[in-house]
């Protein structure tokens, strides 16, 4: 997959299948525009994923996006939302960057999607061209969950409460983050549950405060764990924004490796205890907790297992 960061330095030689968005976690309705790009790009085009980087905090990095669609699509755009481009009218959007940059051939987009200056593009706009510069549109319905629409701002919402089951289900893999494991004060050693820090990139966001079941990749292998996203205000005045993660099965030193983290379900919200003893019985708790989780995981998918008909 090609990765580009300007437009401009676009340059292809075969005409091209383009799905155009903000794609910020690539969700279940992302992921219907994705397949639809794919299958038409078999028809002798490439397949081009045009994101709008907005600046904002958001549910992917640059680079997550990047990684997710690799293998899958054969050029990413990522092009920040400058000036130049917010001002751009949506016609001469059409005429420079879609027609004549990208040589487009089929276009798949969502009904609402919009764009060019004070967002007069829309499908009605594209669909008016597409004769006249020879490429087809693809009004995609929208991908709903429960009736209500998949959207980067709903799984945003729903991350906000806390409810990553439900992101995860809206996303169609689950929500989670990467660092380096930092330092910590290694007070969690001395109280039993040593943990793995790890800072959230700058703009990425972070599921609700509190104290999630959790899955850790470390040198390539997954661990399960409880982890609290916050602040920890029991032991710190710093406000400093961490995921910390005890791993059950995890004795070695991680500090200065990569971690992915996975959040699976939330159990309850981070809380200023009175005194490390009250910190330690609740994340004791915490520790039991975690561990029913995954051990009650563990029966459902073997007994989903031997529900499947044979052969
Ligand atoms: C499962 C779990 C739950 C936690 N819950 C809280 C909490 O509710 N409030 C809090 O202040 N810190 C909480 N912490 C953070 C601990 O205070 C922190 O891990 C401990 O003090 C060790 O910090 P250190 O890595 O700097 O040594 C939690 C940590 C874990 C692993
Ligand atoms: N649920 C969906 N089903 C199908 N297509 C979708 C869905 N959501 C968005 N799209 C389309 O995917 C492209 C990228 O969407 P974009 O990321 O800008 O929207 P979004 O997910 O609704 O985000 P936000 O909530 O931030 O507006 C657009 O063409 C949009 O119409």
């Known amino acids: ?4 960061t300007d437009i401009q330095s676009y340059q ?3 005409r091209t299948a383009v799905t155009l968005g903000k794609f910020d976690g690539l969700h279940r309705g992302h992921q219907k525009l994705i397949e639809k790009i794919k299958e038409y790009a078999e028809k002798n085009c ?3 994923v045009f994101a709008f980087d907005m600046g904002r905090d958001c549910l992917m990095t640059n680079e997550e996006r990047r990684n997710k669609l690799e293998g899958q699509i054969d050029c990413l755009i ?3 939302f400058t000036e130049e481009l917010r001002t751009m009218e949506a016609e001469r959007f059409i005429q420079e960057i879609l ?3 990208l040589q487009v051939k089929y276009i798949a987009v969502g009904a609402d999607f919009r764009f060019g200056y004070e967002k007069k593009g829309d499908v009605r706009m594209l669909a008016s061209f597409a004769a006249e510069y020879g490429y087809q549109l693809e009004v995609v319905e929208k991908e709903r969950y429960k009736g209500r629409v998949i959207s980067s701002t709903y799984i945003k919402e729903a991350l906000s409460q806390g409810a990553v089951e439900l992101a995860n289900t809206l996303l169609g893999y689950r929500y989670g983050m990467a660092g380096i494991v930092e330092h910590g004060r290694q007070l969690g050693r001395t109280l039993g549950f040593p943990t793995m820090n790890v800072a959230p990139e700058k703009g990425k966001v972070l599921p609700r405060f509190g104290v999630y079941a959790c899955r850790i990749k470390v040198e390539g292998i997954w661990y399960e764990g409880i982890g609290n996203v916050g602040v920890k205000p029991t032991v710190s005045d710093e ?6 993660v005890y791993a059950f099965a995890y004795h070695a030193d991680a500090y200065g490796k ?6 699976c ?4 919200p981070e809380t200023t205890f009175s005194s490390i003893e009250e910190l330690k019985k609740h994340v004791e708790q915490d520790i039991a907790y975690g561990k029913a989780f995954f051990e009650e995981q563990r029966v459902e998918s073997q007994e989903a297992d031997r529900q499947k008909p044979a052969g």
């Open 46 to 48: 490439e397949s081009v």
């Open 12 to 14: 292809g030689k075969k």
């Open 239 to 244: 406000r400093r924004l961490l995921t910390e």
């Open 78 to 80: 990522t092009c920040s």
């Open 1 to 4: 997959m090609r990765y580009i």
């Open 265 to 268: 379900t939330f159990e309850r």
């Open 258 to 263: 990569k971690a992915e983290i996975e959040f």
């Open 99 to 101: 027609v004549k940059k």
